[in-house]
Each structure stands twice: as C-alpha cells, then as structure tokens.
C-alpha cells in the first residue's frame, strides 16, 4: 500500500490517498486536483456567467469582509484610545492626590523638626540657665564669704588701732 501526502487549502495538513491501483471499484480516488475539477465542471455547468457570477460574489463577500474587519478595527482602536484616556485622566487625578498628600506630610515634617529643634534648643538654654543659675548661687556664696572676711578684718584692725 503506497500512500501519496499532497497539501490541502493553506494550512499544508497531510491528506493521504491511495493509488488507482489500490482503490476499490467503488470508492472513487479524490486528489486536491480532482476536488478542484469537480468544483469547476460544477460552475461550468451553466455556463461562464455563472462563473463570473461566482467571481463577482466571491469578491464582493471578501470587500464586505474586509470592511467589516477594518469597522471592527476602527471601533476596537477608538475603544481602546477612550479606555487610554480614561485611565490616563484616572492616573492624573492620583499623581494630583499623591502630590497634595506629599505636600501635606512635608509641612507636619517640617513642623515636626521645626518642634524637634525648639525643643533642642529649649533643653540647650534650660541647661545654661542652670549652669548660670549654679554660678549665680556660687558667686553669692563666695560674695557672702568676702564679705563676713572683710567685716572680720575690719574688726581686728579697729582693735589694733585702739
């Protein structure tokens, strides 16, 4: 048994047929060849205005196709341009939100290390008034001492010119 491959249509899938030789009397041998001749003695059988007539549906099915595709094509490009600018308008309004948030959290930073550095700056002059504060007090003391020396010196000299 011998089998012959011959491409069917566009899509070159594999048809097998027998031979003459290998075929029944009763089951005709089909090639693409023969399919296409049947076709033809098919159209030819009234004649050739029937196969102009094929030719001019034929044609105008595939115009009637082909504009079909390029409406749908058009509507699908328009469709995706409004899906494109719904979407972009959406993603302005979030980067508008984003940028009014950044801004928001950028003066409560500000503010937060404005605080941050009064209070530094607080606990920098609690501390030196405390030092001044310590000093003051030393001074005093120190003063008072001078002071209580100097009355007792005082005292001894007013007795040694007596």
């Known amino acids: 048994m011998s089998s012959v491959l011959s491409p069917r249509n566009a899509k070159d899938q594999p048809r097998t ?8 009397p009763t089951t005709p041998s089909l090639t693409s060849r023969g399919l296409k001749h049947e076709r033809l003695s098919r159209l030819d059988s009234s004649g050739a205005y029937d196969r ?11 115009a009637a196709r082909k504009k079909a595709e390029e409406e749908a094509g058009c509507t699908d490009y328009k469709k995706m341009y409004e899906e494109a600018m719904s979407t972009n308008e959406r993603l302005k309004s979030r980067l508008q939100g984003s940028k009014q948030e ?3 959290v950028q003066t409560q930073l500000e503010k937060v290390t404005q605080r941050k ?3 530094t700056e607080r606990s920098n002059e609690r501390s030196m008034l405390e030092k001044e504060k310590r000093i003051q007090t030393e001074l005093k003391n120190e003063n008072q001492r001078l002071k209580d020396e ?3 010196l005082i005292r001894v000299i007013s007795k040694l010119s007596k």
């Open 17 to 24: 047929t027998k031979s003459l030789s290998d075929s029944s």
């Open 102 to 104: 950044l801004v928001l």
């Open 117 to 119: 550095i009064t209070m």
């Open 52 to 62: 102009e007539a094929y030719d001019a549906r034929r044609e105008n099915r595939m």
């Open 150 to 152: 100097n009355g007792a």
